[in-house]
């Protein structure tokens, strides 16, 4: 489960420096099933709907159910982890800090072994990626861009993400859109880690390609979360929590349950200030060992899962 890192961990850099060899589609309206989970929070007569989002997508995702579209009509504020159609520059400026090689250093290859060196060349011919185009990338990043290939190499790109979507129809009807979480803040997590770190997790994403369950991995996530199968999230919040890689700690203990308590901060405080509101932030955060709605609970909130 650790490719599930760049889908629960908002990776705006593709939103941003969307590369030449992911392709790029515009959505269309197709039937209206449910997707993801979805609950509803209510106190003090209040009420407030919380997505659970998949930061890439697909033509087919959109629009979504009538409960998410009709919510965004009537509330006052949709909230995100970060919003992908906020400020430009301030996330290019997180992504060169944080993800990009300062000019001279690098390249992650030069610091692999021989065997995870010829690992990552097959990778990126496998997703067309050019060796000049992941040079500069840090290995957390380089890891990052490999997993969203693998999802493009399905059909999901993050130019279709849910958060932007949602972004663009609030914004269209002129709905306040508010940031639990900052890119900077996000993208500090990995610059937390050292450089032996970094390329532990790229050289495990390498073997996972090789031993080809990085493409099973995605399309388990996607199928759950695009059928809004509780059983099917559920075995995958299971697996990432039994997860004893590097990648996997990592990832359940940092990118979620360090996580989890501000975002339930966050969103129990918009629920406290707004009558109708909507906030949407990754599934993984919804379902699992101390999730969101369980941490609300916890401080007297009604929720109620919807799907």
Same mark, same amino acid.
């Given at each position: 489960?650790?490719?599930?890192? %760049?889908? &629960?961990?908002?990776?705006?850099?593709?939103?941003?420096?969307?590369?030449?060899?992911?392709?790029?589609?515009?959505?269309?309206?197709?039937?209206?099933?449910?997707?993801?989970?979805?609950?509803?929070?209510?106190?003090?007569?209040?009420?407030?709907?919380?997505?659970?989002? %998949?930061?890439?997508?697909?033509?087919?995702?959109?629009?979504? /159910?009538?409960?998410?579209?009709?919510?965004?009509?009537?509330?006052?504020?949709?909230?995100?982890? &970060?919003?992908?159609?906020?400020?430009?520059?301030?996330?290019?400026?997180?992504?060169?800090?944080?993800?990009?090689?300062?000019?001279?250093?690098?390249?992650?290859?030069?610091?692999?072994?021989?065997?995870?060196?010829?690992?990552?060349?097959?990778?990126?011919?496998?997703?067309?990626?050019?060796?000049?185009?992941?040079?500069?990338?840090?290995?957390?990043?380089?890891?990052?861009?490999?997993?969203?290939?693998?999802?493009?190499?399905?059909?999901?790109?993050? %130019?279709?993400?849910?958060?932007?979507?949602?972004?663009?129809?609030?914004?269209?009807?002129?709905?306040?859109?508010?940031?639990? /979480?900052?890119?900077?803040?996000?993208?500090?997590?990995?610059?937390?880690?050292?450089?032996?770190?970094?390329?532990?997790?790229?050289?495990?994403?390498?073997?996972?390609?090789?031993?080809?369950?990085?493409?099973? /991995?995605?399309?388990?996530?996607?199928?759950?979360?695009?059928?809004?199968?509780?059983?099917?999230?559920?075995?995958?919040?299971?697996?990432?929590?039994?997860?004893?890689?590097?990648?996997?700690?990592?990832?359940?203990?940092?990118?979620?349950?360090?996580?989890?308590?501000?975002?339930?901060?966050?969103?129990?405080?918009?629920?406290?200030?707004?009558?109708?509101? @909507?906030?949407?932030?990754?599934?993984?955060?919804?379902?699992?060992? /101390?999730?969101?709605?369980?941490?609300?609970?916890?401080?007297?909130?009604? @929720?109620?899962? %919807?799907?």
């Amino acid at each position: 489960m650790r490719r599930l890192i %760049i889908v &629960i961990f908002y990776s705006l850099f593709c939103l941003t420096l969307q590369p030449a060899w992911a392709q790029q589609a515009q959505a269309t309206a197709p039937a209206i099933p449910n997707r993801g989970v979805l609950f509803k929070a209510e106190q003090g007569g209040n009420t407030l709907y919380l997505f659970g989002t %998949i930061h890439v997508g697909s033509p087919d995702f959109y629009p979504l /159910e009538p409960r998410i579209t009709e919510a965004l009509t009537q509330a006052s504020v949709l909230a995100l982890e &970060i919003d992908p159609l906020a400020d430009q520059k301030r996330m290019l400026n997180a992504v060169r800090k944080y993800g990009v090689y300062a000019p001279g250093s690098g390249p992650a290859s030069a610091q692999l072994s021989p065997a995870a060196r010829a690992r990552l060349e097959r990778a990126l011919r496998k997703y067309g990626i050019p060796p000049e185009a992941a040079a500069p990338l840090k290995p957390w990043m380089l890891t990052s861009a490999l997993t969203i290939a693998e999802f493009g190499s399905q059909g999901y790109q993050p %130019i279709l993400a849910v958060d932007a979507w949602l972004s663009k129809q609030a914004r269209a009807r002129r709905l306040k859109v508010e940031e639990l /979480e900052s890119v900077e803040g996000q993208m500090s997590l990995f610059g937390r880690l050292s450089d032996a770190e970094q390329l532990r997790m790229l050289e495990e994403d390498l073997q996972s390609i090789e031993d080809e369950k990085y493409a099973g /991995e995605a399309r388990e996530l996607m199928d759950a979360w695009s059928s809004a199968n509780p059983a099917a999230l559920d075995a995958v919040a299971r697996k990432l929590s039994n997860d004893a890689t590097f990648s996997g700690k990592f990832m359940k203990k940092v990118l979620l349950e360090e996580r989890n308590p501000q975002l339930a901060d966050g969103i129990a405080k918009l629920l406290a200030r707004e009558k109708l509101s @909507v906030a949407a932030i990754g599934a993984l955060h919804l379902i699992g060992w /101390e999730n969101v709605p369980d941490l609300l609970r916890r401080r007297g909130i009604a @929720v109620e899962r %919807i799907y």
